[in-house]
């Protein structure tokens, strides 16, 4: 979920600047808006674009926030989405330093929204303690949800600023990605373990973009509360196990299993989005510029090619090359996928999902968008890099694409 003002958003939850919820929440990015691309003369290429360098109507990213990642059935289970995106939105301000009062505007991805009733956005704010005056909407766009509340929240600033078509489940459409590009099923399990390995190295790092969650109802009346504090998927991964699983939607000859999948999960993310101005306004932190976002789509069953779509475009809205970008996020529903865009884009495999990914983290439907924008993140930090960009695909053939830049602190506060 996201939470906007015409100036800044503020307040941020499962998935993009605004809640995106648990295993039934997302939210998402959106295209490119007019002034993405004025600043585009960005510099050097080593080191980060300083704050003082910002434009009153650069989109900024002032915080990120994330439960972990539950398993199904798992610690999480028990707490609804709209738990789970208040939690994200209410940190993701905390950490931004935002007040509550300066939120204008909350933007939420949720998915699978069966038994939560009425307006989930407009739930989760109010959990976190966001005014009732504050204006909610739940974005559906299934799994690029929380990437397409960000962008949808970044033109609202700048506006502000300036007066199921296949009948076949979408695993089969992996399986029709793997034999149209060559992917092996041992080239998807090396995948997979290797998202495993990256994710469990990563770890310690992975803990600046969580919050923890208090579990209800573990060890009865007056037991010490318990908090779920880290991805619940971590270690357990068997790679034995892992490669002699047999294939779960093609039997007879098919690649795409279980193990090369991404998981079931329950998980809420959250940015706030602000303005270059808003954000000197208010003096909070800002860990990012937005420079470049779109959307794409193409036939339904090749959704898993649809983020290959988008990059270019946005990277052009961006005003930025390929070879401008130092690290890469693109959602991992399935191996196949990571490993097709890679091959159509022609990146170099340690430049994406450094961190790991939804085949070993898994990929809650409606927070995804969001989490992979924090993932990219914190991998941007770690590895020293400066651009990067994150691609999610969803269902229908669609896929949505942002390019950002990290923003460090003006030379005098160096």
């Not at 993701?92 to 935002?98: D, F, K, M, Q, S």
């Not at 999948?261 to 306004?281: K, Q």
């Not at 789509?297 to 930025?320: D, M, S």
């Not at 890099?385 to 053939?397: D, L, P, S, W």
Request: charged share 15%; hydrophobic share 50%; proline share 6%.
């Amino acid at each position: 979920m996201h939470a906007v003002t015409r100036r800044a958003a503020a307040a941020a939850a499962a998935a993009a600047a605004a809640a995106a919820a648990a295993r039934r929440a997302g939210a998402s990015a959106a295209p490119g808006a007019r002034g993405m691309a004025d600043r585009s003369s960005l510099g050097p290429r080593d080191g980060m674009a300083d704050r003082s360098s910002l434009g009153p109507r650069d989109v900024c990213i002032a915080s990120c926030a994330r439960t972990p990642m539950g398993a199904f059935l798992g610690a999480l289970a028990p707490l609804s989405a709209t738990d789970l995106g208040a939690l994200a939105i209410k940190a993701a301000l905390e950490r931004a330093g935002v007040s509550p009062a300066h939120v204008d505007e909350v933007l939420m991805g949720n998915v699978c929204s069966a038994n939560l009733g009425q307006a989930p956005a407009s739930q989760a704010a109010r959990k976190a303690g966001l005014p009732d005056s504050v204006p909610c909407t739940t974005v559906n766009k299934v799994c690029a949800s929380g990437m397409k509340a960000v962008t949808l929240a970044a033109q609202t600033i700048l506006a502000g600023l300036w007066d199921p078509s296949t009948d076949a489940h979408m695993g089969s459409c992996a399986e029709l990605a793997a034999e149209a590009f060559g992917v092996t099923r041992a080239a998807m399990d090396d995948h997979a373990v290797a998202a495993h390995e990256r994710a469990a190295a990563a770890a310690e790092l992975a803990r600046a973009e969580i919050v923890a969650v208090p579990l209800p109802g573990r060890g009865g009346a007056g037991a010490v509360q318990q908090l779920l504090e880290a991805d619940e998927g971590l270690g357990r991964l068997d790679s034995d196990k892992l490669r002699r699983l047999a294939p779960y939607f093609k039997r007879d000859g098919g690649a795409v299993t279980a193990g090369n999948s991404s998981p079931l999960t329950d998980g809420a993310c959250a940015l706030v989005l602000v303005s270059g101005a808003r954000a000197a306004e208010l003096g909070c932190p800002v860990l990012a510029v937005l420079r470049g976002y779109a959307d794409a789509n193409q036939a339904p069953e090749w959704f898993t090619t649809a983020p290959a779509a988008a990059v270019p475009k946005a990277l052009a809205r961006a005003g930025l090359a390929q070879g401008d970008v130092d690290f890469w996020e693109i959602n991992q529903a399935f191996s196949v996928v990571d490993l097709v865009n890679q091959q159509l884009l022609g990146l170099a495999p340690e430049r994406v999902n450094a961190h790991g990914g939804a085949v070993a983290l898994g990929h809650p439907l409606g927070a995804s968008g969001a989490v992979i924008i924090g993932r990219l993140l914190t991998v941007l930090r770690a590895q020293g890099g400066r651009r990067g960009v994150a691609a999610i695909c969803n269902g229908g053939g669609g896929a949505s694409a942002v390019v950002l830049e990290l923003v460090g602190p003006p030379p005098s506060a160096l």
